[in-house]
């Protein structure tokens, strides 16, 4: 089942029989606002705050992933979650609704692919029948926590990112209809020594590029052998950087589409977004809602989705430190899956 240095190789061929996506205001005036399930007409989703509206969109996102599964939630044995938030706060009041097993998970933005391999692991060793993960982020709480909050107007460079305000999930089981989940890189951290908080694409490419690279030289395949190969939330500028590095490496991305959730969410022309999406919910939302539903219909067969996350903190920041990054890449088949 292991395979090459980090990959792992899943023979059951566990199966994503259901998603869910619940999406904010900005995500619904994007050019993917059909794919989502739900969207928010405003961002605080009639709650007090702006967590607890970050809250509302992971218990939605899971509940209509269960019951689009045709389960109920005792019928899941683990969920699997994660976000941005200290202490992964979300995913943890959340799952006191869910009242199932819970595993907490923390990979930042890269938190959706984590998650998903996790369950996809869990599946196919038989250690559970039905996995449910998920993840999620809220533009006003990671710019609150991170940066500076919405209301002080603080301007942004070109390089800043518009976190997603969005979830998503997925009911991963042994059989069923729908895509199959194949193999799984988990990527190592890298560390390049960038400090901006305002610049997470440059910082997170060289793990995306590093994950990609292992995860094909594991598997002994080449781009070409993707019809999609997508980055969770380099954005403009992070993506310009791993094309650049993958040309310095010697690997051509000819043959197949190269792209990224963060510039597939929102109109960068029309949406004051600075160079894209980022955030836990960002490669969610793309995946588990345009993605798949493209697989569904035939369009794609073969897809790979590297979500990538910088593992800063506050304290971390406070403290001069630079930006850690990881990215986790998990590879999706219809049909056979051989």
């Given at each position: 089942m292991h395979i090459g240095r980090q990959t792992w190789l899943f023979?059951?061929?566990?199966?994503?029989?259901?998603?869910?996506?619940?999406?904010?205001?900005?995500?619904?005036e994007g050019p993917l606002a059909k794919e989502f399930d739900f969207i928010h007409e405003d961002l605080d989703m009639k709650e007090k705050s702006w967590e607890k509206?970050?809250?509302?969109?992971?218990?939605?996102?899971?509940?209509?992933a269960v019951l689009h599964a045709k389960l109920k939630d005792e019928d899941i044995h683990?969920?699997?979650?994660?976000?941005l938030m200290n202490q992964i706060i979300s995913n943890t009041f959340a799952a006191r609704n869910l009242g199932v097993p819970y595993i907490g998970v923390f990979g930042a933005c890269s938190t959706s692919m984590e998650t998903l391999a996790i369950a996809s692991l869990l599946v196919d060793s038989g250690n559970a029948k039905y996995v449910l993960a998920g993840t999620c982020s809220?533009?006003?709480?990671?710019?609150?926590?991170?940066?500076?909050?919405?209301?002080?107007?603080?301007?942004?460079?070109?390089?800043?990112?518009?976190?997603?305000?969005?979830?998503?999930?997925?009911?991963?089981a042994p059989t069923g209809d729908g895509p199959k989940v194949i193999a799984a890189t988990i990527?190592?951290?890298?560390?390049?020594?960038?400090?901006?908080?305002?610049?997470?694409?440059?910082?997170?490419?060289?793990?995306?590029?590093?994950?990609?690279?292992?995860?094909?030289?594991?598997?002994?395949?080449?781009?070409?052998?993707?019809?999609?190969?997508?980055?969770?939330?380099?954005?403009?500028?992070?993506?310009?950087?791993?094309?650049?590095?993958?040309?310095?490496?010697?690997?051509?991305?000819?043959?197949?589409?190269?792209?990224?959730?963060?510039?597939?969410?929102?109109?960068?022309?029309?949406?004051?977004?600075?160079?894209?999406?980022?955030g836990c919910g960002c490669s969610a939302v793309v995946t588990y809602g345009h993605i798949l539903?493209?697989?569904?219909?035939?369009?794609?067969?073969?897809?790979?989705?590297?979500?990538?996350?910088?593992?800063?903190?506050?304290?971390?920041y406070q403290q001069g430190e630079s930006?850690?990054?990881i990215a986790h890449a998990v590879t999706l088949e219809m049909g056979d899956g051989t």
């Open positions: 023979k059951n061929k566990p199966v994503i029989i259901s998603t869910a996506t619940v999406v904010g205001p900005d995500e619904g509206a970050e809250r509302k969109l992971l218990e939605q996102a899971t509940e209509l683990y969920f699997l979650g994660g976000d809220h533009n006003c709480t990671a710019e609150k926590q991170f940066r500076y909050p919405t209301e002080y107007g603080s301007q942004k460079p070109p390089t800043a990112q518009y976190t997603v305000t969005g979830a998503g999930a997925a009911v991963v990527g190592k951290v890298l560390d390049m020594g960038l400090k901006d908080p305002f610049n997470m694409g440059a910082a997170m490419a060289p793990a995306a590029v590093d994950t990609i690279q292992t995860h094909l030289t594991d598997l002994n395949r080449t781009p070409q052998d993707y019809d999609l190969i997508v980055t969770g939330d380099l954005a403009s500028i992070g993506h310009a950087i791993a094309k650049d590095l993958f040309k310095e490496n010697g690997l051509s991305m000819e043959g197949t589409v190269f792209n990224d959730c963060g510039l597939m969410v929102y109109d960068l022309q029309q949406q004051a977004v600075q160079a894209g999406g980022s539903r493209r697989m569904r219909k035939g369009e794609l067969k073969r897809v790979m989705i590297v979500a990538t996350g910088a593992l800063l903190s506050p304290l971390s930006i850690p990054c």
